[in-house]
Every structure is written in C-alpha cells, then in structure tokens.
C-alpha cells in the first residue's frame, strides 16, 4: 500500500491539501483511504470508513474513544492488582483524554491501515493527515522509542524466569512482575512494529505543507533535517494559497512578489528529487469536492516512485587502514548541533531539537568509535574495528 503522510506548519491548510491528495489519487484510478482526526467539510466524519466517491473512503481519528477504550481494557487486566489494592473501578463516562492521548490514537489509527480492520479492505493508497509539523516528527518517531523503552524496562529474556517469579516472590518478600505485564507488553511491541513497518516502508513518504513565508521556509528546512534523521522521504513540497504573480494593485503585487521570492528559494532547496507544487489561492475557504477538485490537480496524485531504500538510508564504506565510516545524509543539519554518543550496541544522534537513538549493525558492535564528520551535507560516522572483539587470523 503506498501511503502519504501530510504535515506542515499550523495554519497552511494541511487537512484540505490531504483531502485535495486524496481526491487526486482516486480519481487516477485508486481505491484511497484518507485518514484524518480534523473535519473536512465535503466529506463524512464517522470513525469508521464511509465513502466519500466510488474510490475514495474517509475515517477520523477519535482520539477520546480511543483512549476510554484503551483505559478500559487496561483496567480489566489489571484487575486482579486492582482488587488486591481496593482500588474503585472507573467508568468510561467520567473518562476525559489525557495530553498525548491523540499521539496514540494516530498510531492506533495506523497500525488498523497497516495489519487491523482496513487492510484487507483492498485500498492502494492511504493519505494520513498528521498533526502540524513539530507534531508530526515526534509521532513519527515514536513508535521506535516506545519499543526502545519496553525493551529496557521489560526485557523478553525475563520471561524466561516466570515459573521462578512465586519463589522469588517469597525469598525476596515483594511481588514479583505479573505475567499479564509482560504479556501485555507483548502485544503492545507487535503493534508499535506494525506501524514502525508502515512508517519505515519504502512505500511511505512525507508531503509538506506551507503557505509561502520566512517563517514557513524556516520550518521546513528544520524539518528537512529531522525527516531525514529517521530515513524519511519528502514526495512533494505543497504551497499553498499562492496569489496570482500579476496585479495592479501595489498591496497585492508587493505580496505576491515576497510568495514568488520565497517560492524560488524553495524550488533551488528542494529541487532535483523533490518537486514544488504550487496551489492557488481560491479567494474562499475550500468547502466543497468541487473546491477541492481544483486543488486536487495541483497537488498531484501519490506517484509509485520509491526511494531506493528499505527503512535506513544509512551505507558503509571502506575508510582505509580497517576503517567502516557508515554514512547518512543529513540536508541542512549544522555542524555546531550536531551530537552523537556511543551508548552499548546504540548509536545516539541529535541534529538540532531531533534525536534518535540508531541499534548497531553485529559488525559495527564490535568496533569503537573513531570520529565524525559532516561534510557537503553528509553525516560520516568512522568506526575502527576493536582488537579485542575481532577474530585473530593466524
């Protein structure tokens, strides 16, 4: 399935460039699923998929039934504990979402397109509208930081251990973890899998949305970095609200003049690989399908192309003298915020307010590392294999 995900700064029109996408790759003839928790005038708001056209289908995200379905769930398997502590059950009707709670519903939402509810459903495309832009990074991030954490606070290797937990219970006087926490863990590793798999296919990319401006530049040069810290593709950066380049009035013709200065900036960065779309300004909010069929030709459909790799954009090459310098590119990332530490079998990187923490390949375990460098927008990590660590030929 190939899919789309749309962010951009506040205010630029992500949700209806999302709806325009969409509309654009069913009318070339694909079943499409658009994805959205924002409502989209022209088109159904159930939580479920309901058709919009004979080839395009819409669900919305509902962030608060996610998350009283959710506590539910949890506290009936922790009801024996529950019980143990005389704690009083809640109930959904006094639940209200949490900070964060729509984070989740999204990954929620996407591990259903990936493995759950639609994905024998036989769509082709599915267009994700995700929140604004600094939004949107960390909840594509998480998925893997989540699984991260588990995998720290819960390793499987204890598991092993579980027909031990009642006599450990007894010799150490304290409870031991219930089987039903590292169960539950379980279950929730497979899921944030499922949607660190859609997230990292080479089916997946990303379309940016901004109405053109300083500020809205700024931003997405940032977020150039950060997509590609986590071997992110852009397929289309999407302008919109461009006013016509010609007008007799001085007000509107300085405007226009400021968007057409931004807008070549914007082609010279982003240009080749990833195209420019410019959308015009309709003098109205888009309200209809027919408002957003204008738009959907200017957006352009979802193309088939991929970036050439699966997940990591990361390759090695032979340094010399024994070195591996594993490589990722990096546009735009600056030198002086850059850092990187060697932590165990993980590399941690931090390009600016982005961070992630990359697991070692096995050959790369057993070398320290030597240096970095950034050069002509590349990130060189040089390691050196450890004598110790390394086979000895005779």
């Known amino acids: 399935m190939r899919t789309v995900l749309v962010t951009g700064p506040g205010g630029a029109g992500r949700t209806t460039v999302a709806a325009a996408t969409a509309l654009a790759s069913a009318r070339a003839g694909r079943r499409t699923l658009l994805v959205s928790a924002d409502a989209v005038p ?28 959710e506590l539910l769930a949890l ?25 964060g709670s729509a984070q989740l519903a999204v990954l929620h939402t996407l591990r259903r397109a990936a493995e759950g509810d639609w994905a024998d459903d036989g769509y082709e495309v599915l267009v994700v509208d995700l929140p604004q832009l600094a939004d949107a990074l960390s909840l594509l991030a998480l998925p893997g930081q989540l699984r991260r954490y588990l995998r720290r606070l819960l390793p499987r290797e204890r598991q092993a251990a579980r027909a031990l937990r009642p006599v450990l219970a007894q010799l150490a006087g304290v409870p031991m973890p219930a089987q039903w926490l590292y169960e539950a863990a379980a279950r929730k590793d497979a899921e944030l899998a499922a949607v660190e798999a859609l997230i990292e296919d080479n089916a997946t990319t990303v379309r940016l949305v901004a109405e053109p401006g300083q500020s809205a530049g700024e931003a997405l040069s940032a977020a150039r970095t950060g997509l590609a810290l986590h071997g992110l593709r852009v397929d289309a950066v999407v302008a919109t609200r461009v006013l016509p380049r010609h007008s007799a009035d001085p007000w509107f013709a300085d405007l226009a003049a400021r968007q057409e200065k931004c807008l070549d900036h914007w082609h010279h960065e982003w240009q080749p690989g990833t195209p420019v779309r410019e959308t015009a300004h309709l003098g109205r909010e888009p309200r209809t399908v027919e408002d957003l069929a204008l738009l959907a030709e200017a957006c352009g459909a979802p193309d ?91």
């Not at 479920?48 to 669900?59: D, K, N, P, S």
């Not at 398997?77 to 979402?97: P, Q």
């Not at 970036?307 to 003298?321: K, S």
């Open 42 to 69: 022209a088109f159904p708001g159930g939580a479920e998929a309901a058709e919009v056209t004979e080839l395009l289908h819409r669900a919305r995200v509902d962030s608060a039934a996610h998350f009283r379905a």
């Open 75 to 99: 506290q009936d398997r922790a009801s024996g504990v529950l019980d143990l502590l005389g704690a009083n059950r809640l109930d959904g009707e006094e639940l209200t979402e949490l900070p």
């Open 304 to 394: 088939d192309r991929t970036p050439g790799h699966a997940g990591d954009p990361w390759w090695t090459e032979d340094a010399g003298d024994g070195v591996i310098a594993w490589c990722l590119p990096l546009p735009g990332a600056v030198k002086e915020d850059l850092g990187l530490v060697r932590r165990g079998d993980e590399l941690l990187l931090t390009a600016g307010p982005f961070h992630r923490a990359v697991r070692l390949e096995s050959a790369l375990r057993r070398c320290t590392v030597s240096g970095a460098a950034l050069t002509d927008g590349v990130l060189r990590v040089r390691f050196t294999p450890d004598p110790a660590l390394w086979p000895r030929t005779p």
